[in-house]
């Protein structure tokens, strides 16, 4: 399982390759530019991170003649899309209860963003979802999120989901307004701070004709053991990331990275251990690598010493060779030397 911080569970990425193939589009080089194998993806373990995900809708919106593709992804969009939690949502006995497990177990389908849902003081359900990255993704990727929710709720139903209104977080596209009134039977606001859907808080009560509860908390099991997986796994690189952002302020004490975390040391001991690491190691794989891009950059030796934590040169250099096998101006002159050649 590969589980970068900002992700996207891979059959997602199977649903766009069938849009595309629907378009007649060979999805195989789209994928390949984004840096994306899509022979793999239909495997819930496969998770796209989220700037190889970016890149992929952008090269969608370039070679689609659709231009509501965003929509159009909905058509292939099935509750086995999400794994053990789609059926698991599915089995639920309400509607609210359906939407109360996907909110809560939405990790599986994304990290790049989180849902959240509440009732207004007039009775209005609202189902937004909340961008949990400072990346700006295409508009294509507002609409999947409103269209595929909108039909996966109208599988559990069994009949039409009659909403209030839509929001979408994206410019308004040009002179294809209607397409979205069609797919959604109800007004829509574009440049939305938060992609939204509203209906009727009563609809929560709705009974599902799919219910079964045994089957419901199984899958809720697996889901649970499911995150369990991705969490010991991405743990590591929220670690490096912590560490990306102290290191240039002269901080790499393991007790300032638990505090930025919000955990305790031994929890931060415990938790890299359950993935397969140290703190040791997480922090000189950061420094190596981080030093290696500012080798590349052409930054100064004792800028680069200072930016990763070090407070001389000369330890700097002593660590970078045990590292490296070479010492930083070793590295230089070889990068240097590749580059005449």
Known sequence: MIAPEYSTI???GTVIAQTLQAEGIDPAPLFSKAGIDVTGLSDPRVRMPADSFKKLLELIEETSSD???GLTIARFIHPTTFYSLGIAMYCSDTLGQYLDRFIKYYRVVTTNNRLEGKVDADGIYHLRAISSTNQTFPGSREDGIASFVTTILRLALHHE???ISVKLARPTPTGVEGLYEKFFRC???FNAEHTELAFQADMLEEELTSANPELAEMYEQLTIEYLDKIDRLDFPSRVTNELIRLLPTGVSAKEKVAEALNIST???YNKLEASGTTYRQVL???RQQLAEQYIHQ??????IAYLIGFSDTANFSRAFKKWAGVSPMGYRNSILSETQD
């Open 161 to 163: 989901l009659p909403l």
């Open 298 to 303: 052409g930054i100064p030796i004792y800028e």
């Open 187 to 189: 007004s829509i606001e």
């Open 67 to 69: 231009p509501a593709i």
């Open 266 to 268: 031994r929890t931060l």
């Open 10 to 12: 891979g059959p997602i």
């Open 284 to 286: 000189d794989t950061t």
